[in-house]
């Protein structure tokens, strides 16, 4: 899928309103549709990358933004102390339903003995 019409390209460009809790120049990050636990954040890069499959050397920084950003997130969401859980999808067995690369925070809740 091109950009243009990719679900998460269009958050990125404002296009489809979503609840937004950070954004800088690598990435915006906001709640999801559907949380799966009390506190459930994407961070999703601003570019287009349609999966971790696709991801190249080049990337290596932007995917370590995007886990610092979950850390802050988490911290300002008072998680830190009980903890959280930080998930990326890949692919359709890997549970992957929007093919924009994004990473799910997820946590207000004990998740121990879930993977799913
Ligand atoms: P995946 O299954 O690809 O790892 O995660 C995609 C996530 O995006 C799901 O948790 C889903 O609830 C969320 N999602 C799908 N459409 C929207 C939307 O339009 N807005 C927001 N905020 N989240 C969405
Ligand atoms: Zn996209």
Do not use: W
């Not at 460009?13 to 990435?27: L, M």
């Not at 886990?67 to 998930?87: D, M, P």
Request: glycine share 10%.
């Amino acid at each position: 899928m091109v950009g243009s019409e990719c679900l998460f390209c269009k958050i990125v460009d404002g296009r489809i309103p979503a609840s937004i809790v950070h954004q800088d120049e690598q990435v915006v990050a906001f709640r999801d549709i559907a949380p799966q636990a009390p506190v459930h954040m994407l961070v999703v890069p601003k570019l287009h990358i349609p999966s971790l499959e696709a991801l190249e050397q080049e990337h290596q920084a932007l995917v370590g933004h995007m886990v610092l950003v979950a850390q802050k997130l988490a911290r300002e969401a008072g998680l830190a102390e009980n903890g959280y859980r930080l998930v990326l999808n890949c692919g359709r067995d890997g549970g992957q339903t929007v093919f924009h690369l994004h990473l799910h925070l997820l946590g207000g809740t004990s998740l121990a003995g879930r993977m799913a």
